[in-house]
């Protein structure tokens, strides 16, 4: 976490407006031109609030991470739970409860098709599905830095660059 008691109100400004779901791109980016600091001054506090954004955001991530283990925990059981109850319920032979807030009921299921033998289905009950293609960028960006080939029908761009906030 960043020290957030070096950052000044108009760098606190920033950081709620850059964290509001409803701030657009063009609004975060006045409120930076907005802010008058010398350039070094601006430019470290902007990465104080870059490196608080990034820590919020791996905390969601471990959260949706906690929240998608629980839901899979509470799928898994209530699907149990409704195939027991059915299960007891054929048992005793009672299609339906009806009780004061739910009425549970045993139900027919529609038809449903099983594949027993793919070679004997007529023609006219199959269809085609396009099969999927991608060039994969990370083998050939991989036989760049191996070989120092470039693959046929690629460019290889190595003048991009990035920065790095520590």
């Known amino acids: 976490m960043t020290a957030l008691y070096k950052l000044t109100d108009q760098y606190m ?4 407006l850059a964290n509001s779901e409803e701030a657009t791109e063009e609004e975060v980016a006045a409120k930076v031109h907005s802010i008058l600091d010398n350039f070094n001054t601006k430019a470290e506090s902007i990465g104080m609030v870059y490196l608080d954004m990034s ?3 791996e905390a969601i991530k471990v959260e949706e991470a906690r929240l998608a283990k629980r839901r899979k925990s509470i799928e898994t059981n209530s699907a149990w739970i409704k195939k027991y109850l059915m299960a007891e319920m054929i ?10 807030l739910v009425t549970l009921s045993v139900r027919k299921s529609p038809p449903s098709v099983e594949i027993s033998n793919l070679a004997n289905i007529p023609a006219e009950y199959w269809h085609i599905i396009p099969e999927t293609k991608e060039v994969n960028k990370r083998a050939i960006a991989d036989h760049f830095k191996d070989t120092g080939e470039i693959v046929a029908g690629t460019t290889v761009v190595t003048d991009k660059q990035y920065l790095s906030i520590t």
Do not use: P, V, W, Y
């Open 91 to 100: 048992a005793i032979h009672q299609e339906k409860i009806k009780g004061s």
């Open 13 to 16: 400004d920033l950081l709620r």
């Open 55 to 57: 820590s919020d955001m």
